[in-house]
Nanobody, 121 residues
Framework: QVQLVESGGGLVQPGGSLRLSCVTS????????MAWYRQAPGKQRELVAR???????KHADSVKGRFTISRDNSKNTVYLQMNSLKPEDTAVYYC???????????????WGQGTQVTVSS
């Protein structure tokens, strides 16, 4: 049973923008920290950004100033706005949800199936 559903991936030119969305159930969304991870071919999965119920956020250094994570509590949805995209941002992007104390350590209870983002001219 799919608990997290991502959308919004695709092919974009360098310098372009995309917005990823991840929708889940109210029970999962309301009690968990939400995050976006990505995995490029041949590389380990890495944290892109996470957002706590309080609204506080953490972004990876590689995306600071370009990507923004946000959440809409009325829609049980977390977003990742990606601007100034670079070829090195090409990866499968995953949505994750986890208990706050564990999410800080990179441990999540729920994962989406991923959405492909390709940045290429």
């Amino acid at each position: 049973q799919v608990q997290l559903v991502e959308s919004g991936g695709g092919l974009v030119q360098p310098g372009g923008s995309l917005r990823l969305s991840c929708v889940t159930s109210a029970s999962i969304f309301s009690s968990n920290t939400m995050a976006w991870y990505r995995q490029a071919p041949g590389k380990q999965r890495e944290l892109v950004a996470r957002i706590y119920n309080s609204g506080s956020t953490k972004h990876a250094d590689s995306v600071k100033g370009r990507f923004t994570i946000s959440r809409d509590n009325s829609k049980n949805t977390v977003y990742l706005q990606m601007n100034s995209l670079k070829p090195e941002d090409t990866a499968v992007y995953y949505c994750a949800a986890g208990r706050p104390n564990l999410a800080t350590m990179g441990l999540y209870d729920y994962w989406g199936q991923g959405t492909q983002v390709t940045v290429s001219s």
